[in-house]
Structure formats: C-alpha cells, structure tokens
Nanobody, 121 residues
C-alpha cells in the first residue's frame, strides 16, 4: 500500500516562508507525476505545482514565482518551498503522486491526508 505523509504546515505571518515535505512510503514501479494541491472549505481542490518524472514543472498562476517544487529521488520525498506567503494562501495543502505501483497495476493517484497552512496578515 502506498501512503503519503505531509509535514511542514503551520501558522505563519504574511511575507514568511514554509517548506512542505511529502514522504512516499514506497517507491512506485513507474512514477509519472508528483504534485501539491490545496483546498479551502467549500471549494474545489486546485493545483499548486507539479513535477513530472522528467523534472518538468508546472505552477498555478497564483504562485507567481513564490513557490518551488523539488524532489529528493533517493528518499522518495518531494517538497514545496513557499516564500512570501499571503493570507490568501491559507488552505489545506495535499501532496499527490500518480504512477504505477507494479508493472501489472494501472495508473493510480495517491494522496496525503493534508497539512494546514495558515497565513496571518
């Protein structure tokens, strides 16, 4: 079973930084994409950033150069460095990976339970 665990969230003041971490419990046979999403109560979950297995990255428009997604292949971990945080960045942040657990399994998405980020003005 593939499990994801986020850490690094918490309360910060506007302008400060946080680094979120996502540890994936086991290596997938084929990792296709890893990413970070966020969701506010009553709203749809939205993409923040993702990175493909070829290290191509994609960011939401609201990131505007403030966030960076990276990964540590050896430790099966990916990160979201968030700088210059704003009150509107307050959300629950979820890490995600998509891939194939074994050569015989289909493409599947896996999600972490989420970590709260609260930015005060």
């Amino acid at each position: 079973q593939v499990q994801l665990v986020e850490s690094g969230g918490g309360p910060v003041c506007a302008g400060e930084s946080l680094r979120l971490s996502c540890i994936v419990s086991r290596r997938l046979f084929k990792l296709i994409v890893m990413g970070w999403y966020r969701q506010a109560p009553g709203k749809q979950r939205e993409l923040v950033a993702n990175m493909t297995c070829l290290d191509d990255t994609q960011y939401a428009d609201f990131v505007n150069g403030r966030f960076t997604i990276t990964r540590d292949k050896a430790n099966n971990t990916h990160y979201l460095q968030m700088n210059d945080l704003k009150p509107e960045d307050t959300d629950v942040y979820y890490c995600q990976v998509e891939g194939m657990q074994t050569v015989n399994t289909s493409r599947t998405e896996y999600w972490g339970p989420g970590t709260q980020v609260t930015v005060s003005s």
